[in-house]
């Protein structure tokens, strides 16, 4: 029953940190494609670069790599468990 606990705070806090590294990464993104658009000469209105620059950074590595928040963590307490009880 404490493992359930300990795994169910640490993916509270887990979700916590994903979500601040989340919306941190994506105002980093608008703030870089604001200040391309700003840089340069281009035809479509500042709102549809940045907001075409947002969808792609939505398909990007980058967000995906976020994720690691919940795998890394919790890979190593399952191998903890595992070592401590079986190794």
Same mark, same amino acid.
């Given at each position: 029953?404490?493992?359930?606990?300990?795994?169910?705070? &640490?993916? =509270?806090?887990?979700?916590? !940190?994903?979500?601040?590294? #989340? +919306?941190?990464?994506?105002?980093?993104?608008?703030?870089?494609?604001?200040?391309?658009?700003?840089?340069?000469?281009?035809?479509?209105?500042?709102? &549809?670069? =940045?907001?075409?620059?947002? !969808?792609?950074?939505?398909? #990007? +590595?980058?967000?995906?790599?976020?994720?690691?928040?919940?795998?890394?963590?919790?890979?190593?307490?399952?191998?903890?468990?595992?070592?401590?009880?079986?190794?």
């Amino acid at each position: 029953m404490a493992l359930v606990r300990l795994l169910f705070i &640490a993916f =509270v806090v887990l979700s916590i !940190v994903y979500l601040s590294l #989340s +919306l941190y990464s994506r105002a980093k993104a608008r703030d870089r494609l604001e200040a391309e658009w700003d840089a340069g000469e281009f035809d479509i209105p500042r709102d &549809a670069y =940045v907001r075409a620059g947002l !969808v792609a950074y939505d398909g #990007s +590595l980058r967000r995906k790599l976020i994720l690691g928040v919940y795998v890394v963590p919790m890979s190593l307490v399952g191998l903890i468990v595992y070592l401590v009880n079986f190794a």
